[in-house]
């Protein structure tokens, strides 16, 4: 009599709102983003746990979410934080990376694997201004870099957003534009899936869930309710960060067309 005990998958999820399945909420409040997806495809048994938080930081997914995250001993732990700390005035990417690196360095210790995601283009599916576009557009490269790096230094799996097909179609967006729809979680957990399989974990391959169609008037009034507040919120901490890197970025371009003109006459 075989008496071997299928092994059970314990898979943490610790981060912000991106982690937190924001956009796929289904009618009841439940929310089906692209862990729990991936959390419902391993071939074994798996215990899921979500710890991640909207509005959560780096330094909060190290102080707060990691300590709850490492107590569950994670096989598998999707580490997806970043978006927030550069929205804040005081972003440095060093800050991002010291925190990250001792969140995985944690993780490590007790044997997890660790799965990083990487930034998408919000300038693809945004209307900004010019000057903001490029600051921010800067920042977002920056975190990318910071995420790259830790993925080389600790062996963290890079969930390489920008190479899945369709990523940028607005079709898979939340009306924010700031997190996947129901279809982009769809798809983003099915990458996800495929990343674990190559890791040696057994998955299937998510089926795309059904959810309930939203009508033009509950979008705006999700946005009065959620989208405003949250720009007004963010405002206060980001814009006077904003205004002074805009014009920061005006006078490089000044300096740089009068260092042009003043060498195109030699």
């Known amino acids: 009599m075989n008496s071997t005990k299928e092994k059970l ?4 999820v610790i981060g912000d709102s991106a982690a937190f399945g924001t956009g796929a909420q289904e009618s009841d409040g439940t929310l089906k983003g692209w862990a729990w997806q991936v959390a419902n495809s391993f071939e074994e048994p798996c215990k899921y746990i979500n710890f991640s938080k909207p509005g959560s930081k780096s330094s909060d997914v190290l102080e707060d979410q990691l300590p709850k995250a490492i107590s569950h001993h994670p096989d598998i732990c999707a580490v997806v934080v970043g978006g927030n700390d550069l929205l804040r005035n005081n972003f440095h990417p060093q800050t991002l990376y010291q925190n990250l690196a001792q969140t995985c360095q944690k993780l490590i210790d007790i044997g997890s694997t660790i799965l990083i995601l990487e930034l998408h ?3 693809r599916l945004l209307k900004l201004p010019p000057l903001l576009r490029r600051v921010l557009s800067r920042r977002v490269e920056a975190v990318n870099g910071v995420y790259r790096k ?3 230094d600790f062996g963290a799996t890079l969930i390489e957003t920008r190479s899945i097909p369709e990523v940028h179609n607005l079709g898979n ?3 924010d534009r700031m997190h996947p ?3 982009g979680h ?5 990458e996800v899936c495929r990343l674990v399989a190559t890791l040696g974990f057994s998955t299937r391959e998510p089926s795309l869930p ?13 946005l009065l309710r959620n989208g405003t507040p949250w720009f007004l919120k963010r405002s206060v901490d980001l814009l006077p960060a904003a205004i002074f890197l805009m014009a920061k970025e005006a006078f490089t371009l000044l300096k740089n067309v009068d260092t042009e003109s003043r060498y195109s006459g030699l």
Do not use: C, Y
């Not at 059904?210 to 999700?222: A, D, G, M, N, Q």
């Open 121 to 123: 283009d919000p300038t």
């Open 150 to 152: 830790i993925a080389t």
């Open 186 to 190: 769809a798809i983003l957990a099915r």
């Open 210 to 222: 059904s959810f309930p169609h939203v009508s033009t008037r509950e979008k705006l009034l999700w």
């Open 181 to 183: 729809g129901p279809k």
């Open 173 to 175: 967006w939340h009306i």
């Open 9 to 12: 998958i314990n898979f943490v």
